[in-house]
């Protein structure tokens, strides 16, 4: 374990949580006028990985199952430095977000894939809590809630405030409609004119009040997006910073830039959905960890390193990162638990307050579902009046 | 004669079957003209005639009652007759439509905006869904068709009220299949003559082109839900 010795000893010469490691000793991380750091202060969004069919409490509760279950031994494990022990897979993450990982049960009491979603994502309300959360959030994003790349989970659904989901699934239009184009119609004379489209769609819009919410809600949207002053940020240099060609939203890696692209447009709360998970008969884990090091973590590194460690954009900004799913493998044959143990990162998340599972993947009973971990969040990016009421996992945030 | 008895069995059950099915169509949906302006089946809306009685689903079903007495129809949703029928266009009939509208069946294909759309792979369905992305990617659409459909004839002169008080009122018939109101036509005509004569792209400011304040006007009327739900 030899990046536990380099840790160690760059926190014995005063090199503190927050520092990364390497290259950025002598680079650019030292010029704090030239980039903004990510601080629990700054500038709140939310990217939540939701792996579709489940999330193994292997990697954020290993403890529970050391040299039992799933395969776990401690030469696969990793120490979040007085937090959980999690995946080695993690500990590829650059140190800024490994020592800001912590991990929340959301105790949702079912074990069907509809029902878990359901109990992580709306208890049955008719307005998912990312919705409610992106819309109390607030700022300045005319897009506060999206998806990309597209996908469904029960209960990720609903308008709040004018705060529907967005899907992106191809950044092409979404650059175009925050940056502008020589070629394509201009965006000032586009907003006019999709003000004017709305106003001939009255008559639909009364006429199909909820079933067009989504449709009524875009044109507020659009409007918003093309009134307001192009950024200079360059959008169009994020997806190839992923190593992505093209536009498409079409694979994990994509997914995951365009998360980037969103937030730096605004976006309150992004997910990206992947599929694939619901890993039935993975007795020894191999297959959810294989996935985890090939599919979700690289993008990850590459998102980390340019949200966290070296973000050249001069905002300053609190992105936090949630891994979560259905509900967490159950024992023996990784088949449905009863709830699901989450991964937060972020700069408010106080890692010590970290929830194991059972080493038989029970879940404490005292613990909430969908609407306490939301509570959470709301906590982690300092939401001012979030729905949810007071945070419910007070043990979790700083 | 077994030919006669035959025919008149074949002509008798006709006339049954007719009887079953006759009354009058607009019953149904208490509107003889569904595409009417505003959606004429909502009482209180302009074009509605008589208020049809507000009978929601309830009153008109079939109840079952189960094991314990516990009424089995009572999850039923509840909403009246003839609300909430209109759904985004998918983009595989959206694709056709465009060209339909635009009268260009040759038009460049559309399959780059597909992603945009969500539109769903072979032998999938997904319920499509409209966003502010791929709203204004329908803008897009329709202004990159109508700059490349609309550029002979008197679309090579900048619009004047009249020719865009003619042109709207075309184009709003044929992407709507109704006759527009003259409020409609106003909007289309307010983009081509008041609001589209200067652009302010990446690059600077520049006089529009009458080729493109004429495709500004024309992607407005494509996108409106007129044209993008059914």
Same mark, same amino acid.
């Given at each position: 374990?030899?990046?536990?010795? #380099?840790?160690?000893?760059?926190?014995?010469?005063?090199?503190?949580?927050?520092?990364?490691?390497?290259? #950025?000793?002598?680079? &650019?991380?030292?010029?704090?006028?030239?980039?903004?750091?990510?601080?629990?202060?700054?500038? $709140? @969004?939310?990217?939540?990985?939701?792996l579709g069919g489940g999330y193994n409490a292997l990697f954020g509760s290993a403890a529970s199952f050391m040299n039992t279950a799933f395969g776990v031994t401690a030469g696969n494990t990793a120490q979040v430095p007085g937090g959980p022990l999690v995946d080695a897979s993690f500990n590829r993450l650059p140190k800024a977000a490994f020592d800001k990982i912590s991990t929340v049960q959301i105790n949702h009491r079912s074990s069907d894939h509809g029902g878990g979603q359901r109990g992580g994502q709306s208890e049955g309300g008719p307005v998912g809590f990312a919705i409610q959360l992106a819309s109390s959030m607030g700022g300045d994003g005319t897009i506060k809630m999206a998806t990309v790349g597209g996908g469904n989970v029960n209960g990720l659904a609903g308008t709040m405030n004018g705060t529907s989901i967005q899907n992106i699934g191809d950044a092409r239009s979404t650059i175009d409609a925050l940056k502008g184009n020589d070629t394509l119609a201009d965006r000032a004379i586009a907003a006019k004119a999709i003000e004017q489209s709305q106003a001939m769609s009255a008559g639909r819009f009364a006429a199909s009040p909820k079933g067009l919410t989504h449709l009524k809600d875009g044109y507020d949207t659009v409007r918003a997006t093309l009134t307001k002053t192009a950024t200079p940020y360059d959008y169009a240099a994020v997806l190839p910073g992923y190593g992505v060609t093209g536009t498409a939203i079409n694979n994990f890696n994509s997914k995951i830039a365009a998360a980037e692209l969103m937030i730096r447009a605004g976006a309150n709360v992004v997910y990206a959905i992947d599929g694939g998970w619901d890993t039935h008969g993975d007795r020894d884990g191999s297959n959810v960890r294989n996935m985890m090091n090939t599919r979700i973590i690289p993008p990850l590194i590459t998102f980390f390193n340019r949200m966290w460690v070296n973000n050249t954009e001069p905002v300053q900004r609190n992105v936090n990162v949630v891994i979560m799913g259905d509900f967490s493998r159950s024992l023996p044959g990784s088949d449905h638990a009863t709830g699901c143990a989450a991964t937060i990162i972020g700069a408010n998340v106080k890692v010590g307050g970290f929830q194991r599972v059972t080493n038989n993947v029970g879940f404490d009973p005292n613990r909430p579902s969908g609407r306490g971990f939301f509570s959470l969040l709301g906590a982690l990016t300092k939401t001012a009046g979030a729905p949810f009421g007071a945070n419910a996992h007070p043990d979790l945030a700083v | 004669m077994k030919n006669v008895i035959l025919s008149t069995s074949v002509v008798l059950f006709g006339l049954l079957t007719l009887t079953a099915c006759s009354g009058d169509g607009g019953s149904l949906t208490g509107d003889p003209d569904p595409n009417g302006p505003g959606g004429s089946l909502i009482p209180g809306l302009p074009g509605a005639e008589a208020p049809p009685p507000e009978k929601v689903c309830f009153d008109q079903q079939q109840g079952y009652v189960g094991l314990g007495g516990i009424a089995l129809h009572s999850s039923r949703a509840e909403a009246l007759p003839g609300v909430d029928r209109d #759904? =985004?266009?998918?983009?595989?009939?959206?694709?056709? %439509?465009? /060209?339909?509208?635009?009268?260009?069946?040759?038009? &460049?294909?559309?399959?780059?905006? @597909?992603?945009?759309?969500?539109?769903?792979? &072979? /032998? =999938? =369905?997904?319920? $499509?869904? !409209?966003?502010?992305?791929?709203?204004? %990617? !329908?803008?897009?659409? !329709? =202004? #990159?068709?109508?700059? !490349?459909t609309n550029t002979t004839g008197s679309f090579a002169s900048a619009p004047t009220e009249a020719a865009a008080r003619t042109e709207c009122a075309s184009w709003e018939r044929k992407a709507w299949s109704r006759t527009p109101t003259p409020a409609d036509i106003d909007s289309c005509v307010k983009i081509a003559v008041t609001d589209s004569i200067t652009e302010n792209p990446p690059s600077g400011q520049r006089q529009t082109t009458p080729v493109r304040r004429w495709a500004y006007a024309c992607a407005t009327v494509y996108a409106s839900a007129g044209f993008l739900t059914y």
């Open positions: 374990m030899s990046k536990f010795n #380099r840790r160690s000893f760059l926190k014995a010469v005063g090199i503190g949580a927050g520092a990364a490691v390497g290259t #950025r000793l002598a680079g &650019p991380g030292f010029m704090p006028d030239a980039m903004a750091q990510n601080s629990g202060a700054g500038k $709140p @969004a939310v990217l939540v990985i939701y | #759904r =985004f266009k998918p983009f595989s009939s959206l694709s056709g %439509e465009f /060209r339909r509208a635009l009268g260009t069946p040759n038009a &460049p294909n559309l399959q780059n905006s @597909a992603a945009t759309f969500g539109d769903a792979p &072979p /032998r =999938f =369905f997904a319920e $499509p869904k !409209a966003t502010a992305v791929n709203l204004f %990617e !329908a803008y897009q659409v !329709a =202004f #990159r068709l109508c700059e !490349a």
